[in-house]
């Protein structure tokens, strides 16, 4: 009996094979580990920068303005309390507004010069004429009370309720034209009732009430045209009449007219 023997074969196995490393994605992993670090390091740089910068103090402020004249001391002090924050935090309207506030300020622009100066530029109304004992009037019609009236003590003066400041300005411009011939209005007032009453530049009052003005105005320079030569001795004219004007003389003129003709 012939033994049959198996041969054993053998076989070998192959090991799996080995996945690359993925260096590409190790790396952008690694990159990112160190990048938070930076990014947040470096964030928290900038804003304690900013932050610092923030805080630096306007250590000058630079009022410009076209007039000599100006009471640069009033607008800082209106300033102040909006540019206590710092320089960078300083809200750049805020002042602007507050400079407008000034009574006699017209434009005001506003601007920053690293690291700490601020330049304010103002522009101031342009007086036209006196509005009672404290207030202007400008070239614009705008009311506003200057800080000191001493320089404009020569203008013309309006009288009247701050309410109609704008109404009492175009009647002294109408009635400006219309007295020309006699001379500038001097001053120019509308009382609480509406009575409208002026002086001449040469002291001649003329009161023309607070109905049919424009009426009384037409009589009153008729009266003037026929009476030009006597106008000197006057010292008011009453228009409050309806078909005449009542006068009173000036009497001291009218006795140094008596006077004279007396020596001559």
Same mark, same amino acid.
């Given at each position: 009996?012939?033994?049959?023997?198996?041969? &054993?074969?053998?076989?070998?196995?192959?090991?799996?094979? /080995? &996945?690359?490393?993925?260096?590409?994605?190790?790396?952008?992993?690694?990159? #990112?580990?160190?990048? =938070?670090? @930076?990014?947040?390091?470096? @964030?928290?740089? #900038?804003? +304690?920068?900013?932050?610092? /910068?923030? +805080?630096?103090?306007?250590?000058?402020?630079?009022?410009?303005?076209?007039?000599?004249?100006?009471?640069?001391?009033?607008?800082?002090?209106?300033?102040?309390?909006?540019?206590?924050?710092?320089?960078?935090? #300083?809200? #750049?309207?805020?002042?602007?507004?507050?400079?407008?506030?000034?009574?006699?300020?017209?434009?005001?622009? =506003?601007?920053?010069?690293?690291?700490?100066?601020?330049?304010?530029? =103002?522009?101031?109304?342009?007086?036209?004429?006196?509005?009672?004992?404290?207030?202007?009037?400008?070239?614009?019609?705008?009311?506003?009370?200057?800080?000191?009236?001493?320089?404009?003590?020569?203008?013309? /003066?309006?009288?009247?309720?701050?309410?109609?400041?704008?109404?009492?300005? +175009?009647?002294?411009?109408?009635?400006?034209?219309?007295?020309?011939? %006699?001379?500038?209005?001097?001053?120019?007032?509308?009382?609480?009732?509406?009575?409208?009453?002026?002086?001449?530049?040469?002291?001649?009052?003329?009161?023309?009430?607070?109905?049919?003005?424009?009426?009384?105005?037409?009589?009153?320079?008729?009266?003037?045209?026929?009476?030009?030569?006597?106008?000197?001795?006057?010292?008011?004219?009453?228009?409050? %009449?309806?078909?005449?004007?009542?006068?009173?003389?000036?009497?001291?003129?009218?006795? +140094?007219?008596?006077?004279?003709?007396?020596?001559?």
């Amino acid at each position: 009996m012939t033994a049959t023997r198996k041969r &054993k074969v053998s076989r070998k196995v192959k090991a799996p094979p /080995r &996945k690359p490393i993925e260096w590409r994605r190790h790396l952008r992993f690694m990159l #990112v580990v160190i990048s =938070v670090p @930076a990014i947040a390091y470096a @964030a928290l740089f #900038v804003y +304690q920068e900013v932050a610092e /910068r923030m +805080q630096l103090p306007i250590t000058e402020v630079i009022v410009d303005a076209p007039s000599k004249q100006l009471d640069s001391d009033a607008i800082k002090q209106a300033v102040a309390p909006a540019i206590a924050d710092g320089f960078l935090s #300083v809200d #750049v309207h805020e002042v602007q507004q507050r400079v407008l506030e000034v009574p006699w300020i017209a434009v005001a622009s =506003v601007r920053r010069i690293w690291p700490g100066t601020l330049v304010i530029r =103002v522009e101031q109304h342009r007086p036209k004429i006196r509005w009672g004992a404290t207030k202007l009037i400008s070239l614009k019609g705008v009311l506003y009370e200057p800080p000191d009236m001493l320089d404009y003590m020569h203008f013309a /003066r309006l009288n009247g309720d701050d309410t109609y400041h704008t109404l009492v300005y +175009q009647k002294y411009q109408e009635l400006g034209k219309r007295f020309k011939l %006699y001379g500038e209005i001097e001053s120019l007032s509308r009382s609480s009732r509406g009575g409208w009453s002026m002086i001449l530049d040469s002291g001649l009052a003329i009161v023309l009430g607070s109905s049919e003005v424009d009426a009384r105005v037409d009589r009153t320079l008729r009266f003037m045209r026929h009476f030009s030569d006597q106008l000197a001795s006057l010292s008011r004219i009453d228009a409050r %009449y309806s078909n005449g004007v009542a006068v009173e003389l000036d009497l001291q003129d009218y006795e +140094q007219n008596i006077s004279e003709e007396t020596t001559s």
